[in-house]
């Protein structure tokens, strides 16, 4: 692969655009990943379902242990362990990445989907100089040589907003601060443009001012190339801010999937009501106490019967405890996996949401 | 004499390690430039270097208090021998310089070592202890260099392929034979190794036996023969010890995020071990050997008396048993500067290797 | 000889790390040597193998039977042995000494032509042996037993003098380079013994001088040799780090002064080699049966060792058996309660197990179970005259003790029950094996009359200056020493151990404290006797006397083991407790 001239890259972007109301990019069909353990099979993954185009952003929400980073894990082949069993489909640009051979999946990894973390400290390596690992990554995939690289890197550095880059290249990752260093992770992941970017909780280590900065810059470098955007999150502010569609998940299943308007006006899933609740509000009066969803996640090792949600939900009927509800469409776009009568979950939503908006 | 019973640095953290209670706090956020970096290095080690003289002192001074508290055998009855008068000891005493108070004999002592580099002469032998120590230093020197090598050959790859292929059979056996090597007594291991490999009593008759010791510069085929087996004995447990703790390490870092930050930058797998985890997991393994190192260097009773090796470790347990105090003291101040010294060596060398490190 | 040929090269492929490079193969470079076989031995050689080293190298200050070992066949004193005999045998002296004036003046003529070793190179005189004598008075010469034996001498200075420089000896006369006149203040039985002493091995002043005129002497590391072998020595007379390293080796070369027509000793050898450092008894035996080493020096061989050699038809021939001169004993500390009571000393000699005790050191092979304290290895000299094996005051069938027999012997000390009923006796014992075994068997024995045992475990020169030789903080029962004669003459085993008059504040070796004025008397009346067949009737008599007190309870009279390689006549010397006489081995 040739290195395209810094000024191509609005052209790439369109040429990509122009691609992208044919189909989705990247697409996830009922992914499902199981390691096998000394305590027994965790199903970390259950048949998810996701997709996401070129130049949008897909949010991934949920709570630890939902299966949300594990499915990203799992798009970039990082879940290939000798106890895990994936079946299921990732298709990405009409490449099989489930059954891509591990040499081809390194190729896409990193070039074609990259991917960043949530403590920039501890995901960048502490004995490496930043420019170093930035200039690894670029050498892996193109045959440039390491001055060339190195300009690169100083160019992605200044582009995620890195002052006096020249010098902050030979800096180790612990002689800069948080935001510095995630910066320093999305230079990385975008000096090579890759098609789709993962980000697994990317503001979540850190501080608030800093937070909105870095989804700042990634939405600023989405729009300019082009690329579509993972969003992984337990935070639905994040969601707010950033999302085109989003995906909720729990106990490794997609059970709600809508547009980001909709599913903030009216969610249907009372998982995702619960998650509403549980974000304080800036803008309305703080309630007495934080309403969060009653409960633990459930194991994955033994889930429940039925609805994987019923133990904690409040609406819970009996079929919930005997039939896995399907995810099935409830408006255009609006997808729900709930045993709830369509009407009366709607009208739920609604009128929690004015409730707490 | 060191040989590791400590099987918990398996399970260590990466940057901690034992003896390194003067560093700085490993995470200092220091924006420092070179210049300001190498003064204060320099200032570091100046102050070491302090510390370690003040150490020596404080090691001298409690050899010489130890020796006197204890009952250590009469170092003046001793050399006079079974038909000596108790005027004939007083006088022996006297000569020794014995009769002096102990703070005196301690000034006397540390004088003619600063003053004149002198060791004083040893009780039994009155022979120079000076010249004893550094002669015996080559050969102490010539098992450890060996051991080092061939546990650092051994320990480490076998750790590293156990941390990869961890969990497998060859993982299991590996770990599992190294606990026996941990385990197996110096002593006994020697005994088995002379009987079946040495030249002079073994089965198959390969290597030197035991007292085959040679100079190097005399005969380095037989000064190599002869320190094979010793070597192999010596590094056994320090070999399974590195193996292991270079296998916890390895597994550890291999479960960092920045490993899955290299994977996700679409590394080939051996680059992220060997350039990535190993580069991470082997810091700790540096210092750790430079400390064993400057143990060793201060001599190796158990493997030198089985072998019968003339090194420093011998001479140490000689001087012991036969009360010969300026010997103890000698080998004392010796084992304590290598210990010491590569306490030093390895704080300064840890801060080359972790940047996160600064003085 | 031991089938080494020069072909045998042996090649180690390089050893390589596998796919694993990027550690270990520069490290393991280093690996890839070439070994070659073992080298040429054209040399007519003798290997002694010993664990320790010698005490001194100087003949005024070796006392200890590994140092004589080395230094017989380098040194020669006055008199010295017959091989394989404790007869006396004239080295440097041309015959026996003439006695005269009762027993108060010794002649001693010289051998003529024999020249000392280089740098020295010139003939031995009589004023050579004269100054050797009395360098060991003066405190840069520390000698252990001048005061004993030659303290007889007329005109011994009283306080020794810092160096012998100007330390004359009147009792020693030289009228001429040939002859040497011994005066002696008073009779003695054991001069001509003394006489064997190494401090009798002639010392060129001239050249020793500036050695002995230091704070303390090392002519040691600059020792000349008048005998058959020299320590191997650089041009200016040097050992050290030529034929002497500490602790690793001594090698001894041919005296090219040596002419074999001034001595008896055959010393076919070209050279003999002490190749120290070998702590562990069992490599030691095996490296000389496979002829790697060619006998045992200050080391026995492990009883076990023992069992499978002696097993073996052609290896049991090469295993020998001497007395060591010495009997091992267990001194009660009659200083004090309850020892100071015959009885219940007698008590303790019916009652000990010298069988277990025996055990603890090899059994059997260690030797025979002592009943008194001359031991068997004088014969003639004494052990016959105190009635050799049939004398046995305290027996036990088995010499397992007898419970009984000390229950009677503690009622008639006054317990009525036969068990003691006092407070705790105190021991000082080794902390090592076999010392430590034995001291527990002691316990164990004790114990079956009721005495309990507060142990105290040292190391064994601690256990020896730091308590049992300082009668001030003597314990009970010092369970672990023994003694062993200085020559074939029972005075030398039997006076510092229990002369009554002996005892002193520091480095006492009358353990016991035995203070028996029966006994003082007979002592002095002995120890002037000089003809040797009343004179060893005497002591004979004596070793009964201390043997009756109980005041020790003897239990061993060792035997040493010495091995010999195939490839060597074996030669011992008997005089020295078994030592091998390299001066009368050859190479076969």
Same mark, same amino acid.
């Given at each position: ?78 879940? /290939? ?178 547009? /980001? ?83 009366? /979950? ?12 | ?17 034992? =003896? ?169 291991? =020697? ?107 201060? =001599? ?60 | ?588």
């Amino acid at each position: 692969m040739t290195p395209e001239p810094p000024d191509s890259d609005n052209a790439a972007a369109k040429s990509r655009e122009t691609s992208k109301s044919s189909s989705a990019l990247l697409e996830i069909r009922d992914l499902r990943v199981h390691f096998r353990t000394r305590d027994g099979v965790v199903h970390a993954v259950e048949g998810a379902q996701l997709s996401v185009e070129r130049g949008q952003t897909l949010g991934v929400v949920g709570e630890s242990g939902s299966g949300k980073s594990v499915t990203a894990m799992t798009v970039i082949g990082l879940t /290939r362990f000798p106890n895990a069993t994936i079946s299921g489909e990732i298709e990405f640009d009409g490449i099989d990445l489930i059954n891509l051979p591990d040499n081809q999946m390194r190729r896409v990894r990193g070039r074609r989907i990259a991917m960043i973390f949530q403590d920039p400290l501890s995901s960048l390596h502490p004995l490496y100089k930043v420019g170093w690992q930035i200039v690894e990554a670029i050498q892996t995939h193109e045959e440039v040589s390491t001055s060339e690289a190195r300009a690169r890197t100083i160019e992605a550095l200044r582009e995620v907003g890195i002052p006096s880059p020249e010098k902050r290249i030979d800096s180790y990752p612990h002689e800069l601060s948080g935001g510095m260093r995630q910066r320093v992770m999305i230079a990385m992941a975008l000096v090579l443009k890759p098609d789709v970017l993962i980000a697994d909780e990317p503001t979540t280590a850190l501080d608030v001012t800093v937070q909105a900065q870095i989804l700042d810059l990634i939405r600023r470098l989405k729009d300019e190339y082009g690329t579509a955007v993972v969003m992984i999150t337990h935070d639905l502010g994040v969601i707010a801010e950033l999302a085109d569609e989003v995906a909720v998940m729990y106990a490794g299943r997609v059970m709600e999937k809508a547009p /980001r308007e909709v599913l903030f006006t009216s969610p249907e899933l009372p998982y995702t009501w619960g998650l509403m609740r549980s974000i304080p509000r800036l803008d309305a009066p703080r309630p007495d106490r934080l309403d969060s969803i009653s409960g633990l996640p459930p194991s994955l090792i033994n889930l429940p019967p039925g609805c994987p949600f019923h133990p904690r939900c409040p609406y819970v009927m009996d079929v919930c405890l005997k039939k896995e509800p399907e995810l099935k469409q409830s408006e255009p776009g609006h997808l729900v996996s709930c045993h709830l009568d369509v009407k009366e /979950r709607q009208q739920i939503g609604r009128d929690l949401q004015t409730l707490y908006r | 004499m060191s040989q590791p019973i400590n099987n918990e640095a398996t399970n260590t953290p990466r940057p901690s390690r034992p =003896g390194g209670g003067l560093r700085s706090s490993v995470a200092g956020y220091a924006r420092t430039t070179k210049g300001v970096l190498f003064s204060s290095m320099f200032r570091y080690i100046v102050r070491r270097l302090i510390w370690g003289v003040l150490m020596l002192l404080v090691v001298s001074a409690l050899t010489f208090v130890i020796f006197y508290l204890l009952p250590a055998g009469d170092p003046a009855a001793i050399r006079a021998g079974r038909y000596a008068t108790p005027a004939r000891i007083e006088q022996i005493r006297h000569q020794l310089g014995l009769d002096r108070p102990v703070y005196y004999q301690y000034w006397v002592y540390m004088k003619a070592l600063v003053v004149h580099f002198d060791f004083g002469t040893s009780f039994k032998t009155n022979l120079p202890v000076r010249g004893e120590i550094f002669r015996r230093l080559p050969v102490t020197f010539s098992v450890a260099i060996g051991a080092v090598i061939i546990w650092v050959a051994i320990g480490i790859p076998v750790g590293i392929i156990s941390a990869i292929k961890s969990r497998s059979w060859l993982d299991r056996v590996t770990m599992g034979g190294s606990l026996v090597a941990i385990s197996a007594p110096v002593y006994w291991l =020697g005994l088995i190794a002379l009987f079946l490999f040495s030249k002079d009593v073994g089965v198959i008759k390969v290597f030197g036996g035991s007292g085959s010791y040679v100079p190097f510069f005399q005969d380095p085929a037989a000064w190599f023969s002869s320190l094979i087996l010793p070597w192999f004995v010596l590094a056994a447990a320090f070999t399974a010890f590195y193996a292991r703790m270079v296998r916890g390490n390895l597994i550890e870092t291999m479960n960092e995020d920045f490993i899955r930050t290299a994977r996700a930058k679409g590394l080939s797998e051996r680059r992220v071990v060997f350039r990535h985890g190993l580069r991470a997991a082997l810091t700790p393994v540096v210092t750790m050997a430079g400390l064993d190192i400057g143990t060793l260097l201060g =001599g190796a009773v158990l493997t030198e008396t089985v072998f019968n090796i003339p090194g420093i470790g011998r001479l140490a347990y000689d001087s012991i048993i036969g009360s010969d105090l300026p010997m103890i003291q000698g080998t004392v101040l010796l084992g304590a500067f290598f210990i010491i010294s590569a306490n030093l060596i390895v704080d300064v060398l840890y801060a080359f290797l972790d940047p996160r490190v600064r003085y | 000889m031991n089938g080494c040929s020069n072909q045998s090269r042996r090649r180690f492929g390089r050893l390589r790390a596998g796919s694993l490079g990027v550690v270990t193969v520069l490290l393991l470079g280093a690996l890839a040597f070439t070994v070659t076989g073992c080298g040429t031995k054209a040399k007519n050689t003798i290997t002694v193998l010993s664990a320790g080293d010698v005490d001194y190298l100087d003949p005024g200050l070796a006392f200890y039977q590994f140092s004589y070992e080395v230094i017989y066949p380098v040194d020669r004193p006055l008199i010295s042995y017959k091989a394989g005999s404790t007869d006396y045998q004239p080295d440097m002296a041309a015959s026996l000494p003439t006695v005269s004036d009762g027993g108060k003046t010794y002649t001693v003529h010289l051998r003529t032509g024999v020249k000392f070793a280089p740098p020295v190179n010139r003939e031995v005189t009589s004023a050579d042996v004269k100054y050797a004598i009395e360098r060991g008075f003066a405190q840069s010469v520390p000698n252990s037993y001048s005061g004993v034996y030659f303290g007889t001498l007329v005109g011994v200075p009283k306080t020794s003098p810092a160096t012998p420089k100007g330390l004359d000896i009147p009792g020693i006369e030289t009228p001429d380079k040939s002859t040497i006149v011994f005066k002696l203040t008073k009779p003695s039985g054991v001069f001509v013994g003394a006489l064997s002493l190494p401090l009798t091995a002639p010392v060129p002043e001239e050249y020793a001088s500036k050695f002995d005129n230091k704070k303390q002497s090392d002519y040691g590391f600059h020792q000349i040799a008048t005998g058959p072998y020299m320590i191997k020595a650089n041009k200016a007379g040097t050992i050290t780090g030529v034929g002497y390293v500490a602790k690793q080796k001594i090698t001894l070369v041919r005296n090219p002064n040596w002419s074999s027509k001034t001595d008896f000793r055959p010393a076919k050898a070209d050279e003999v080699i002490f190749s120290e450092g070998f702590q562990d008894s069992t490599v030691l035996a095996k490296k000389i049966l496979a002829g790697t080493g060619d006998v045992n020096g200050d080391t026995p061989i492990p009883a076990t060792e023992m069992q499978s050699i002696k097993a073996n038809a052609s290896q049991k021939k090469q295993l020998f058996f001497t007395p060591v001169s010495g009997t091992r004993f267990i001194p009660l500390n009659m200083s004090k309660p309850p020892f100071n009571n015959i009885d219940v000393r007698k008590a303790v000699a019916y009652v000990l197990d010298r069988d277990a005790m025996r055990k603890t050191r090899g059994g059997v092979l260690s030797g025979k179970i002592a009943t008194h304290f001359i031991d068997p290895g004088f014969g003639t000299h004494g052990f016959d005259q105190s009635g050799g094996f049939g004398f046995n005051p305290f027996p036990s069938p088995g010499f397992k003790g007898d419970v009984a027999k000390a229950k009677a012997e503690m009622k008639k000390a006054g317990f009525p029950s036969g068990m003691y009923t006092g407070p705790t006796l105190t021991m000082v014992a080794d902390n090592v094996p076999p010392g430590s075994d034995t001291a527990k068997v002691v316990i164990n024995s004790l114990g079956k009359i009721g005495f309990k045992v507060n142990l105290i475990a040292q190391a064994h020169a601690t256990m020896y200056t730091d308590f049992c030789n300082v009668p001030k903080v003597e314990p009970n029962i010092c369970p672990n020493v023994g003694w062993q004669a200085d020559f074939a003459e029972p005075q030398t085993l039997l006076d510092a151990t229990f002369d009554g008059t002996a005892i002193i504040p520091r480095n006492n070796s009358n353990w016991p404290q035995l203070n028996d004025p029966a006994i003082n008397a007979a002592m002095v009346k002995a120890e002037v006797i000089v003809d040797p067949l009343k004179r060893y009737q005497a002591w004979g008599q004596i070793d009964k006397m201390i043997t009756e007190t109980a005041a020790a309870v003897p239990w061993l009279w060792e035997d040493w083991p010495t091995l010999f390689s195939s490839r060597v006549d074996p030669a011992l010397q008997l005089w020295n407790g078994g030592s091998p006489d390299v001066a009368f081995m050859s190479v076969k």
